[in-house]
């Protein structure tokens, strides 16, 4: 990956670490609730469109980061992430 992907990616990262800096804007089972609460694909392209910076990269080193090799981030999130935290040790 180039080095400006990367710089992109770290930058959305860091901004979804910031979003989910607590529980309160994580949800599963949809993007979006409706009540700021955003899943982690959700997030992802809500702060890349508010932030203007591209997805691709992000989800290349989240989907590296999956416990299990291949796991979906949608399942990942909807089914087997257990706390926020387990999804912010995911993104960083």
């Not at 180039?2 to 979804?16: F, T, W």
């Not at 670490?17 to 994580?26: N, P, R, S, V």
């Not at 992000?58 to 999130?77: K, Q, S, T, W």
């Amino acid at each position: 990956m180039p080095e400006a992907e990367i710089a992109n990616a770290i930058q959305l990262l860091d901004l979804m670490l910031e979003f989910f800096a607590d529980e309160d804007h994580w949800t599963r089972g949809c993007c979006d609730d409706g009540n700021a609460g955003h899943c982690l694909v959700g997030a992802l392209l809500h702060l890349s469109r508010e932030h203007r910076l591209p997805t691709a990269p992000a989800i290349a080193l989240l989907e590296d980061a999956m416990p299990r090799p291949g796991l979906p981030l949608v399942h990942f999130n909807d089914t087997r992430c257990r706390s926020i935290a387990e999804l912010r040790s995911v993104i960083v």
